[in-house]
């Protein structure tokens, strides 16, 4: 079956420094969105992606982060000068066209540590 | 802007029984679609079941079940004969037919007891 996959598992960082967090979609999906989740929180949308382009972004999406598409199989999310407060799980997630089937396939995450 | 409501912030039930997770919505909306995702210790994100606003049933996948009931608002998740691997967290998430971004619940943590 396929499945969205995400790397790194785990990414231990410095404040202040640049990362790059990876997702491979499903292959004929064409919407890519971002979550995060604070420990113990509630799950947090930042970012959709179609066509080449962010569709829609939240509050939390600002000028520190970015994303990416730079082939046609990964889909990036970099957060530049990362803060303490970055710390969380990074969902990436992808469904097929809407009329076809709302369903996010999520990845298994990224666990961000900033240290 | 859209709030979901999970009330139940845990929840210990007996294994084979069946368990009703709440969750309600607040949405001006007519077009919108309702979610259940498994979160299990381990951390990924499971899909589980889809309601949308115009479907006249409720949507069911194996054990899985929603009760939608769209003029009170609720979607409730009910699981039938619990397993000890039905452990986890429970998010319930909306989505406006307009855009897809989903809006989350904060969760219920489900124990099921041997």
């Known amino acids: 079956e396929p499945e969205v996959t995400q790397t790194p598992s785990h990414q231990v960082t410095q404040m202040g420094q640049e990362v790059i967090l990876r997702c491979v979609p499903i292959s004929n999906h064409l919407y890519f969105y971002w979550y995060r989740q604070i420990l113990g929180q509630k799950v947090e949308f930042l970012v959709s992606f179609y066509n080449n382009e962010i569709s829609e972004k939240s509050e939390i999406f600002d000028d520190q982060f970015s994303v990416e598409r730079p082939d046609g199989s990964n889909f990036t999310l970099k957060i530049r000068s990362t803060k303490l407060e970055d710390s969380a799980m990074y969902f990436c997630?992808?469904?097929?066209?809407?009329?076809?089937?709302?369903?996010?396939?999520f990845g298994p995450g990224t666990r961000l540590t900033v240290t | 802007a859209q709030k979901i409501t999970q009330t139940q912030p845990g929840m210990f039930v007996q294994e084979k029984e069946a368990v009703t997770l709440d969750c309600t919505y607040d949405?001006?909306?007519?077009?919108?679609?309702l979610f259940w995702y498994k979160q299990p210790s381990s951390g990924e994100m499971i899909f589980l079941i889809y309601?949308?606003?115009?479907d006249e049933q409720n949507a069911t996948e194996g054990r899985y079940s929603l009760n939608f009931q769209k003029a009170r608002k609720s979607a409730n998740l009910v699981i039938s004969a619990s397993q000890l691997g039905d452990s986890a967290m429970y998010f319930c998430a909306f989505h406006h037919d307009s855009n897809y971004q989903l809006i989350w619940g904060a969760g219920t943590k489900l124990i099921i007891k041997p």
């Open positions: 997630a992808s469904s097929e066209a809407p009329g076809q089937s709302y369903e996010q396939y």
């Open positions: 309601q949308g606003s115009y």
């Open positions: 949405t001006s909306d007519q077009s919108y679609g």
